[in-house]
């Protein structure tokens, strides 16, 4: 792994100083069992931290379904050993991926949580980045540090607070950690069921991917928008390159494809959270996909009419509403056609959004309520322009939620993936707290 250096060595420690002061401070806010919780997190930081190393090690990749399985196999007795009944499902040989493991209690008083994470991570078997590796003392890296066996690992350390004081008892919790988060297995409905269903039996869904923060805060996130995709083909007529434009031929299939991706830019960009991306064009006299490696090939002239065109992109949104509004106005503009050309577009639904609700809302006050106790600042809520789509969104109908639990830490889906470890106290204490207000 390429070492990562840091201009300003001692950035991270001074980002994460006033939450190291406030942790060494008298907290007045705290229950006895409060602080009991707090205590048990300081004193297993280096027991968490030599998991987290151990399931970094191990290559889970989505497409390496052996991998992700390793993984749960490593997870899963932990949660047997505070009392969580553990099962992985498995997923049908047609979805190509390994499955979910899940691990759940159910009682009779407070919340009924479902906390979300998810095994695999977007470096396969092939990646150069495979191992953790400690930077220097605040610092280390390997694939999925924070997205996300590091939010598997603060999840788990929070509910191990919570049973070391008795306070799991008679209370419901599942625990839902995907296989196949990164690129998840299709048809959705089959991928994502269980998730969904055990979100219905749920009141509230806390989510431990990594979370955002920049120079001055940490920020809660209660919305994250959408992801699906399109697919426009475009035919035309082929000819010599000399009878463009004419009556006979008309204007060929990459001015048409050229014009409706324009007409995208033009009618839909600058619509708030709104955001649609044209990833691959392909026009030629013969062209050719490949999608199981999102590649294609395109061959023909200079002087020959290009008769075919294929655009591949995605679209991203904050509602259910702006999605269906989006793909009607693209619809419209694709059925306006240059001469003697034709198109269509197809649309794939993918991940929903997670809107921000007025219950989602509540939860940053309790969060709020509790940096006040743990005497930190209040943090605002995030911009969902800044975060990608995730597994949560698949319960938001269904429940309040909040994502962003997980570790503090940068570079994400990149070779440079790091995990602060001045902050880890922190953001398992807080999580354990904010479980435990939420389940009295």
């Known amino acids: 792994m390429q070492r990562r250096i840091h201009s300003l060595p001692g950035l991270l420690l001074a980002l994460a100083l006033p939450a190291i002061r406030a942790a060494a401070q008298p907290?007045?806010?705290?229950?006895?069992?409060?602080?009991?919780i707090a205590a048990y997190v300081a004193s297993h930081k280096q027991e968490a931290l030599s998991l987290l190393e151990r399931i970094v090690n191990i290559n889970s990749g989505t497409l390496n379904p052996a991998g992700v399985r390793a993984v749960g196999d490593v997870l899963r007795p932990e949660f047997d050993k505070i009392g969580l009944k553990t099962r992985w499902i498995e997923m049908p040989d047609s979805l190509h991926r390994a499955g979910h493991l899940f691990a759940e209690q159910h009682g009779t008083k407070g919340k009924k949580l479902i906390l979300i994470g998810h095994l695999d991570t977007v470096f396969e078997k092939d990646s150069p980045f495979q191992r953790y590796t400690v930077i220097d003392s605040v610092t280390v890296a390997g694939p999925g540090v924070n997205d996300m066996k590091g939010g598997d690992v603060v999840m788990l350390y929070a509910l191990k607070a919570l049973y070391s004081i008795g306070a799991l008892k008679d209370r419901t919790v599942i625990v839902a950690m995907t296989g196949d988060e990164e690129a998840p297995g299709q048809p959705l409905s089959m991928a994502r069921?269980?998730?969904?269903?055990?979100?219905?039996?749920?009141?509230?869904?806390?989510?431990?991917?990594?979370?955002?923060?920049?120079?001055?805060?940490?920020?809660?996130?209660?919305?994250?928008?959408?992801?699906?995709?399109?697919?426009?083909?475009?035919?035309?007529i082929t000819a010599h390159s000399s009878n463009m434009f004419n009556a006979e031929t008309g204007a060929g299939a990459v001015f048409e494809a050229a014009r409706i991706v324009n007409e995208f830019y033009k009618q839909l960009q600058g619509?708030?959270?709104?955001?649609?991306?044209?990833?691959?064009?392909?026009?030629?006299?013969?062209?050719?996909?490949?999608?199981?490696?999102?590649?294609?090939?395109?061959?023909?002239?200079?002087?020959?009419?290009?008769?075919?065109?294929?655009?591949?992109?995605?679209?991203?949104?904050?509602?259910?509403?702006?999605?269906?509004?989006?793909?009607?106005?693209?619809?419209?503009?694709?059925?306006?056609?240059?001469?003697?050309?034709?198109?269509?577009?197809?649309?794939?639904?993918?991940?929903?959004s997670m809107a921000p609700t007025a219950g989602n809302r509540t939860l940053v006050t309790l969060i709020n309520g509790i940096n006040r106790d743990l005497g930190l600042k209040q943090m605002p809520i995030l911009d969902p322009i800044r975060r990608g789509?995730?597994?949560?969104?698949?319960?938001?109908?269904?429940?309040?939620?909040?994502?962003?639990?997980?570790p503090q830490g940068n570079g994400g889906h990149t070779v440079k993936e790091d995990l602060d470890l001045a902050s880890w106290n922190l953001q398992v204490e807080r999580a354990a707290l904010m479980i435990y207000r939420l389940t009295r």
């Open 389 to 406: 789509a995730g597994d949560i969104s698949f319960v938001a109908q269904y429940v309040d939620g909040m994502a962003g639990l997980g």
């Open 271 to 352: 619509e708030r959270y709104l955001t649609f991306n044209p990833a691959l064009f392909l026009g030629a006299a013969n062209i050719s996909f490949d999608a199981s490696t999102y590649s294609g090939r395109a061959s023909g002239k200079d002087n020959i009419i290009a008769p075919a065109a294929l655009v591949l992109g995605d679209i991203r949104t904050i509602s259910d509403e702006q999605l269906r509004s989006t793909r009607e106005k693209m619809r419209a503009i694709v059925a306006q056609h240059l001469p003697r050309t034709s198109a269509e577009i197809k649309f794939t639904d993918g991940y929903p």
């Open 193 to 236: 069921k269980d998730l969904i269903d055990a979100g219905k039996r749920s009141d509230i869904a806390l989510e431990f991917e990594s979370a955002v923060r920049d120079d001055t805060s940490d920020y809660a996130t209660i919305s994250r928008r959408s992801s699906s995709k399109w697919e426009l083909k475009v035919t035309g």
């Open 27 to 36: 907290r007045p806010g705290l229950s006895s069992d409060e602080r009991r």
